[in-house]
């Protein structure tokens, strides 16, 4: 091509390895933006999900603080990602958590965020399907639970399970979404009409027919929170 006059050759390439240099750092430097961006979202998404996590639990937390006094052992039916088990101990300096998930990835998930809160030596993990665990009968002071009933094919097995694994005097604390109203209906819509979310007299009942007794189960906006005590004489 002809050069410009008074453009010597030099002159005439600078230009575009000007611009190949400029693209070279410039082009790296946007993938970084899109990384902290995409880093900032996924922070802020999680501190938003933690943030409305705690705002639905805050009853159920309520009352685990209300009734743990620090050396219980607390088992947690379908702990998934650890919630609940994590914030069970903080609550237990000298007790443990026994978090049991169907689902190991869950599960290492919860043992890396234990791990990061300094919490790991309170949480012991284990595979096991909510309704029939494989641990010892009246082993546990407190069980709980939260938003999974509805999740599995045969919640009156788990609360079986989750009686015989009480210890004389221990207590249950559930929570789950309620049936009837947009709440229910989601949980139905999410689960192809497969299940159905159970309403509070249904829990009240479930829970006496496996031996329970005061039973309470508060019904909250959209959603219930059930406790019980397993008897001496169970």
């Known amino acids: 091509r002809t050069l410009m006059p008074g453009m010597t050759h030099l002159q005439r390439g600078q230009p575009i390895w000007l611009g190949h240099h400029l693209l070279a750092h410039a082009w790296p430097l946007a993938r970084d933006r899109e990384r902290v961006a995409g880093a900032r979202a996924r922070v802020g998404g999680a501190?938003?999900?933690?943030?409305?996590?705690?705002?639905?639990?805050?009853?159920?937390?309520?009352?685990l603080r209300d009734v743990?006094?620090?050396?219980?052992?607390?088992?947690?039916?379908g702990a998934g990602s650890?919630?609940?088990?994590?914030?069970?101990?903080?609550?237990?300096?000298?007790?443990?958590?026994?978090a049991v998930d169907a689902s190991d990835d869950m599960l290492e998930q919860l043992r890396e965020r234990a791990d990061g809160l300094g919490l790991a030596s309170r949480i012991e993990t284990r595979v096991a399907d909510a309704a029939e665990t494989g641990l010892e009968e009246?082993?546990?002071?407190?069980?709980?639970?939260?938003?999974?009933?509805?999740?599995v094919p045969e919640p009156q097995a788990m609360l079986r399970e989750a009686a015989r694994l009480l210890s004389p005097g221990g207590r249950l604390v559930f929570a789950d979404a309620s049936a009837g109203g947009v709440t229910?209906?989601?949980v139905r819509l999410m689960h192809r009409f497969q299940t159905e979310a159970w309403s509070a007299d249904a829990v009240a009942q479930a829970l006496a027919r496996v031996g329970l007794?005061?039973?309470s189960v508060r019904s909250l906006r959209g959603r219930w929170l059930a406790t019980a005590v397993r008897s001496d004489s169970m």
């Open 47 to 63: 501190h938003l999900m933690s943030r409305l996590r705690h705002k639905r639990e805050a009853v159920l937390l309520d009352t």
């Open 68 to 77: 743990l006094e620090g050396d219980e052992t607390v088992v947690d039916l």
């Open 82 to 98: 650890g919630f609940l088990s994590l914030e069970a101990a903080g609550l237990v300096p000298r007790g443990r958590v026994i």
């Open 138 to 151: 009246g082993s546990a002071d407190l069980v709980m639970s939260s938003y999974v009933l509805h999740e």
């Open 184 to 186: 229910g209906f989601m």
């Open 213 to 215: 007794t005061e039973v």
